[in-house]
């Protein structure tokens, strides 16, 4: 299947400083691409949907201006958590599809301390 | 997007066939149904989808009823790496919502 990768995998992070995610689809082209996130023992809740090129549209209660979305190529997603804060803690997960299917990155785990 | 109802938790021996229920009952007509699984900490894993027919690939099969109310998804030898979180999701558009799923645990 297709392969989509996410980096970093894991990161550690001070209170009120902002983390970028990369989402990146390896071997073939997504125009849109999802990120979900992920408490402990919980399912995976999706935040938004980015379409490349154009503004990412946000799930009811998520907030555009702490999760910032940048979908600026065909391969190429990212998420930025800004101003972070122990809340924030949790595994983000990105998927990027094509007409058909849906394929999900292996996730990145965020702390904040 | 149609809800799905799923048992919390099964167990299966390894060995043989694990067959997970999925109850969608207020399905449409254009909607599929997909199922995926989580294995701890990493991302959701593609399994199978169907419309209305029957479907199998190397993973698994889906059995979808003639009212397309409910389906099952069937591992014929389950492994201890089958041991996941089994996710059925309903949908038209390529947006996917998680419901809790099934944690499916493979004993040797």
């Known amino acids: 299947g297709a392969v989509v990768s996410q980096h970093p995998s894991w990161v550690i992070c001070k209170s009120g400083t902002s983390v970028k995610i990369e989402c990146r689809s390896l071997?073939?082209?997504?125009?849109?691409m999802f990120w979900y996130r992920q408490f402990p023992k919980q399912s995976l809740m999706l935040m938004a949907t980015?379409?490349?090129?154009?503004?990412?549209?946000?799930e009811q209660g998520v907030e555009k201006d702490k999760f910032l979305i940048n979908h600026a190529s065909l391969t190429l997603s990212t998420l930025t958590v800004t101003s972070a804060h122990p809340e924030d803690s949790s595994f983000y997960i990105c998927?990027?599809?094509?007409?058909?299917?849906?394929?999900f990155g292996p996730g990145t785990r965020l702390t904040v301390l | 997007d149609a809800k799905t109802t799923q048992p919390p938790s099964m167990d299966c021996a390894e060995g043989r066939a694990a067959n997970l229920p999925c109850n969608h009952s207020?399905?449409?007509?254009?909607?599929?149904v997909y199922w995926y699984r989580q294995i701890h900490s990493q991302g959701p894993q593609y399994i199978i989808h169907?419309?209305?027919n029957n479907e199998t690939n190397e993973m698994a099969s889906l059995i979808i009823t003639e009212d397309r109310k409910s389906s099952t998804l069937i591992l014929p030898h389950a492994t201890l790496r089958d041991t996941a979180v089994y996710y059925c999701?309903?949908?038209?558009?390529?947006?996917?919502?998680f419901g809790q799923g099934t944690r499916l645990t493979i004993n040797p």
């Open positions: 998927s990027a599809s094509t007409p058909n299917e849906q394929f």
């Open positions: 071997d073939f082209q997504a125009t849109t």
């Open positions: 980015s379409n490349e090129g154009s503004k990412a549209t946000y």
């Open positions: 207020t399905i449409s007509g254009n909607e599929y």
């Open positions: 169907g419309l209305k």
């Open positions: 999701i309903v949908n038209s558009a390529q947006k996917l919502v």
